[in-house]
C-alpha cells in the first residue's frame, strides 16, 4: 500500500469517527450539545483536524444525515424483502421507518427536521438519500394505480414523518399510535374501504 493510499484510509477512518461521534452525543445530550470542542475530545484529535474535514457543526450534522439515510435505506430494504405480498411490505417499510424514527430520535432530527444543507428529489441529491426514497417507492408503485409514483411516495412519507414527529414531541395520544398506521395503510391499500 502506498503512502498516500494509508493517508486516504486513515482520513477516511477519522472522518467516520467524526461522524460516529457526532451521532453519539447527539443522541445521549441533544445537538446543543455537539460542539467542535467536545468532539474534538471525544475523537481525541484537535480542533484543527475536525476543521480539516468538516467546516463547522452543519457540515457534521450534514454528514451524519447522509449516514443515516444510508442505515434507513438498508432498514427499509430489508423491511420490504422480507415480504412477498405488497400491502405487507407497504406495511412492514411503515414500521420500519417509524421505528427508527423512535429509536434514534437525535439522528432522525439530523436527518429531516434540523435546516441542513442537503438536496432532495434532485439530480444532487446524494445516493443514500436517494436509496431511501427508492425503498418506499418500490413499496407505494403497487398502490399507486394512474397516479403519479413519486408524489404518492411523498405523500406517504409526509404522513410518516409527520407521526414520528408528532409522536416524539408528545402531540399524539400514544395509544393510538397503531390506529393511525392502520388507517393510513389502508388508504393506500385499499383495505377498510
Known amino acids: ?5 494509508r493517508r486516504e484510509r486513515e482520513r477516511a477512518e477519522r472522518h467516520r469517527l467524526i461522524v460516529d461521534a457526532a451521532r453519539a452525543l447527539a443522541e445521549a445530550e441533544g445537538w446543543d450539545a455537539v460542539t467542535t470542542r467536545r468532539l474534538a475530545e471525544r475523537v481525541e484529535y484537535s480542533q484543527p483536524v475536525l476543521y480539516s474535514h468538516f467546516k463547522g457543526k452543519d457540515a457534521i450534522v450534514r454528514a451524519v444525515a447522509v449516514q443515516g439515510s444510508a442505515d434507513l435505506a438498508e432498514r427499509l430494504r430489508a423491511a420490504r424483502a422480507a415480504h412477498r405480498s405488497p400491502a405487507a411490505a407497504l406495511e412492514a417499510v411503515a414500521r420500519a421507518y417509524l421505528d427508527f424514527a423512535a429509536a434514534r430520535p437525535a439522528l432522525y432530527d439530523a436527518m429531516f427536521v434540523r435546516e441542513v444543507d442537503l438536496s432532495f428529489g434532485t439530480a444532487e441529491s446524494p ?3 436517494l436509496a431511501a426514497f427508492g425503498e418506499f417507492v418500490a413499496v407505494v408503485e403497487p398502490f399507486a394505480g394512474g397516479d403519479d409514483v413519486e408524489a404518492l411516495t411523498e405523500v406517504l412519507w409526509s ?18 399510535r397503531e ?13 377498510g374501504r
Do not use: C, V, Y
Open 179 to 191: 390506529a393511525r398506521l392502520e388507517l393510513l395503510l389502508s388508504r393506500f391499500t385499499g383495505r
Open 127 to 129: 445516493p443514500e438519500l
Open 159 to 176: 404522513a410518516l414523518h409527520g407521526q414520528a414527529t408528532l409522536d416524539h414531541g408528545r402531540r399524539l395520544r400514544p395509544d393510538h
Open 1 to 5: 500500500m502506498s503512502i498516500q493510499e
